[in-house]
């Protein structure tokens, strides 16, 4: 109860938003999803017409997780400043180099929406491939957890029995 009540208030869902990002077998899908979304949408947007300022926003808007949008609002601010969009995600290190790298050459190219639907690309084929090792790991997870608990209650059952045996 008091773990909701914290997370309810601006710190605490902005330490909460970082912290999902940082567990072990769960944050890189979390982090993966994020940038498939982001590429996706912003490749939507750049090849739709839209400014690239204007999507940014937009992203930026519609992205439910604190710890990001404020990473996302910095690079709208130095791209409004006018600096390049790699630049800025590159100043902010939390965006992939590989990204960084794909968005400066699309920016170079000219064709930053193509770059970003590579990118977009990439990190599907990325989130596909750490979920199915996800699906893999969980049940075996689980089926040791499961051991371990009716191993605990055989090894209670066993020492009461002989504990009231030894008692005759």
């Given at each position: 109860?008091s ?16 912290y ?12 993966g ?7 996706h ?18 992203v ?9 949008r ?5 690079v ?9 969009l ?15 790298d794909?968005v ?15 990118a ?6 990325d ?18 957890f499961v ?22």
């Amino acid at each position: 109860m008091s773990f909701r009540i914290f997370i309810s208030t601006p710190s605490g869902r902005l330490w909460w938003d970082g912290y999902k990002m940082k567990i072990p077998a769960f944050g890189p899908v979390i982090l993966g999803r994020f940038f498939a979304q982001f590429c996706h949408t912003m490749s939507n947007l750049v090849n739709n017409g839209v400014p690239l300022l204007n999507s940014l926003r937009l992203v930026t808007r519609g992205t439910p997780n604190r710890f990001v949008r404020n990473h996302l609002e910095a690079v709208v601010l130095d791209v409004g400043e006018g600096t390049s969009l790699a630049r800025a995600m590159d100043k902010t290190k939390s965006f992939p180099e590989q990204l960084i790298d794909r968005v400066a050459i699309g920016e170079q190219t000219g064709e930053l929406g193509k770059a970003f639907a590579k990118a977009a690309a990439k990190y599907d084929e990325d989130l596909d491939v750490r979920i199915g090792r996800l699906t893999t790991v969980v049940p075996m997870v689980m089926l040791v957890f499961v051991a371990a608990i009716v191993g605990v209650v055989a090894y209670c059952m066993i020492t009461t029995i002989f504990g009231s045996m030894s008692g005759l």
